[in-house]
């Protein structure tokens, strides 16, 4: 059984949408070696449509001289939920759609070992509501917009266990949750 592990940027008022308002803290060693460290042992990527879309044209076209990351996003099988994508391949290579949210078919990627899930909220949504999320590793920014998606709408109350807390270089805090004791 793999374990599926989500990265979130988020601010600290629980904003995660499009978070282009990470750039002005920069993209310090500890924060790509944090970032590293999660998606090692992933021998799958879990996007939600959205996400899929913002990342296949920056992504596809990096290489490791452009970024130490490249490799694992461009190489990695990616499995894209979306009930309106059908071809995943012609947009990033090694893509797949696999329809839309059926927590059954996640639990079969997660057997054949870890996943790795970055944005997609509406996704980690879902993942968080069927306990299929192991590790939600928060990347809290020090700043508030005050507006935007938020991982955690009002009206559902998610309960969960802190596992560590990591102090970064450019002031995030990296959180890490499971899933409540």
């Keep these: 059984?793999?374990?599926?592990?989500?990265?979130?940027?988020?601010?600290?008022?629980?904003v995660v949408d499009a978070p282009m308002w990470t750039m002005d803290y920069g993209f310090p060693d500890d924060?790509?070696?944090?970032i590293g460290s999660l998606t090692a042992p992933a021998k799958g990527i879990l996007l939600g449509r959205t996400t899929f879309e913002m990342f296949a044209p920056a992504w596809s076209t990096r290489t490791v001289e452009d970024d130490p990351g490249a490799p694992f996003f461009n190489d990695t099988p990616k499995y894209v939920v979306s009930?309106?994508?059908?071809?995943?391949?012609?947009?990033?290579?090694?893509?797949?759609?696999?329809?839309?949210?059926?927590?059954?078919?996640i639990r079969e990627l997660k057997d054949q070992g870890d996943l790795y899930a970055s944005g997609?909220?509406?996704?980690?949504?879902?993942?968080?509501?069927?306990?299929?999320?192991?590790?939600l590793h928060l990347y809290v920014y020090p700043l508030a917009v005050g507006t935007g998606t938020r991982l955690f709408p009002e009206g559902s109350p998610q309960k969960l266990s802190l596992l560590d807390v990591e102090r970064l270089s450019n002031g995030v805090a990296h959180l890490t949750y499971g899933p409540a004791a």
Excluded: Q
Excluded at 31 to 34: G, I, W
Excluded at 120 to 135: C, F, I, K, P
């Design 1 to 14: 059984m793999g374990v599926i592990r989500v990265h979130e940027f988020t601010t600290v008022d629980g």
């Design 31 to 34: 924060l790509a070696d944090s």
């Design 83 to 105: 009930s309106t994508l059908t071809d995943a391949e012609s947009v990033w290579r090694n893509s797949t759609a696999i329809g839309g949210y059926d927590a059954g078919r």
């Design 120 to 135: 997609s909220a509406t996704l980690v949504r879902a993942l968080l509501a069927d306990g299929l999320v192991d590790e």
